[in-house]
């Protein structure tokens, strides 16, 4: 569950301000903007669900399954750090269609701080890539989940039915290991019982 904590804590971050941007010029409306995570790197939100839906689904999926998902996790984490790390690198750009969008100018001058939150969205996307890798070394542990996994299981790793040991005459209608006819886990030995009973109750004698 770890991995869906910090899936969440990545999309989280991107909900809160990640930049700062102070842009001057005459003929600047408006001085002084708030760069939303979800603005200055539109693939972390994304990356973050993606990680999330595979740490989910590899709760519920099979040994094949469970190797795509963590697999899906890593890439998931490892792609939320690349995006971070590229804000990290060049606020300036990450910050670039927000300040032309509210300005209505492309390549205004601009004063951009960072915030704490990107570095914050990097950490729990490294975590995420962990916890991915984790999931891989640790699913060939988990136990069996689903129905299919069970059938291929008991297909190659249980050993088959003994047969029933068959009667010997006049010994009581018993097996040669003194267990009685029939008695091996099958519904011969019950069904014998009833055609017995029936035939009593008809009159004839069953020992015939």
Same mark, same amino acid.
């Given at each position: 569950m770890l991995c869906v904590a910090f899936a969440l804590a990545a999309f989280g971050a991107t909900t809160q301000t990640w930049l700062d941007a102070d842009v001057s010029g005459a003929a600047v409306r408006t001085s002084h903007l708030e760069v939303q995570g979800s603005k200055a790197a539109t693939a972390v939100s994304a990356l973050a *669900?993606? $990680?999330?839906? =595979?740490?989910?689904?590899?709760?519920?999926? /099979?040994?094949? $399954?469970?190797?795509?998902a963590g697999a899906v996790v890593v890439l998931a984490g490892a792609g939320v750090v690349a995006a971070c790390l590229a804000v990290l690198g060049d606020p300036r750009a990450a910050a670039e269609g927000t300040i032309a969008q509210a300005t209505g100018l492309a $390549?205004?001058?601009?004063?951009?701080?960072?915030?704490?939150?990107?570095?914050?969205?990097?950490a729990a996307g490294g975590l995420l890539a962990a916890g991915g890798v *984790? *999931? *891989?070394?640790?699913?060939?542990?988990?136990?069996?989940r689903t129905k299919y996994d069970t059938a291929a299981h008991g297909a190659y790793g249980s050993a088959p039915a003994a047969p029933a040991a068959p009667a010997i005459? $006049?010994? /009581? =209608?018993?097996?040669?290991? =003194?267990?009685?006819a029939g008695d091996g886990g099958t519904e011969h030995g019950r069904v014998d019982q009833i055609d017995g009973w029936d035939r009593l109750s008809r009159g004839d004698d069953p020992t015939r």
């Open positions: *669900l993606v $990680g999330l839906a =595979g740490t989910l689904a590899a709760a519920v999926a /099979g040994r094949i $399954g469970r190797v795509v $390549g205004s001058q601009a004063d951009v701080v960072l915030t704490a939150f990107p570095a914050l969205a990097a *984790l *999931l *891989l070394v640790a699913s060939r542990r988990w136990a069996l005459p $006049g010994a /009581g =209608g018993r097996a040669p290991d =003194g267990r009685p």
